[in-house]
């Protein structure tokens, strides 16, 4: 990662367009930002930027990358090999963020392996505590009241964590009450931001 911020960081950053630059930057001055945003703007490759740069700078110890098993992947029944093959699809948005960052495989395997990289889904997070770590929830339209319940209520204050999100996408079966969770966070991050913030926490609502 020592060549990270040098090679990297401001090829990339130049690459944004303001409304990613301020994304970028929420993540790295607030407690917590609302991301909503349709697919193809880059909010997750602009995530992932954000967060690799806290780590590198030492803001954080880990980046940690949350997904939800959605109807769609459990729609592929059985899957042969190790639990980190089996979830390995849940996680290609994230790979794929990395390697537009300029990390190769040996890298991302080392961050793993170091621990500095985690990849885990809301199953696995029941009696977790996640401290000291840049925090992606990604898909979080897929996610309902509980499940957004348990992950947030798992996440301490020193992290910076980020909340991906795009209401036009359903991946989950069924009628709309999958989605009770997700609109009242957007309901909530609006009336933070017209009522100037929380005192708490800081909310930032991105529609582009």
């Known amino acids: 990662m020592r ?6 960081r401001n090829r990339f950053y130049k690459k944004m367009n303001d409304k990613q630059k301020e994304l970028f930057h929420s993540i790295q001055d607030n407690i917590f930002t609302f991301c ?4 193809g703007t880059g909010k997750t490759t602009v995530s992932v930027a954000s967060a690799i740069d806290l780590l590198y700078q030492g803001k954080v110890s880990k980046v940690i990358y949350i997904q ?3 109807a769609r992947f459990l729609d592929l029944g059985f899957l042969p090999g190790t639990l980190e093959e089996k979830t390995s699809n849940l996680y290609i948005a994230l790979y794929d963020a990395l390697t537009e960052l300029g990390f190769g495989e040996k890298e991302i395997e080392e ?17 977790c505590n996640l401290e000291d770590a840049a925090i992606i929830v990604d898909e979080s339209e897929n996610m309902g009241y509980h499940t957004l319940k348990l992950i947030l209520t798992r996440i301490h204050d020193n992290c910076h964590v980020v909340m991906i999100g795009d209401r036009y996408q359903k991946d989950q079966k069924g009628d709309n009450t999958v989605f009770i969770g ?4 957007i309901q909530n991050a609006r009336k933070a931001v017209s009522n100037g913030g929380c005192s708490h926490i800081s909310q930032i609502l991105y529609e582009f």
Request: charged share 25%; glycine share 6%; proline share 0%.
């Open 36 to 39: 909503e945003a349709k697919s």
């Open 3 to 8: 060549d990270y911020q040098d090679k990297e």
């Open 68 to 70: 939800t098993c959605s």
């Open 111 to 127: 961050m793993m392996n170091n621990n500095q990289l985690i990849t885990m889904t809301d199953n696995a997070l029941r009696g």
């Open 182 to 185: 997700y609109g009242e966070c």
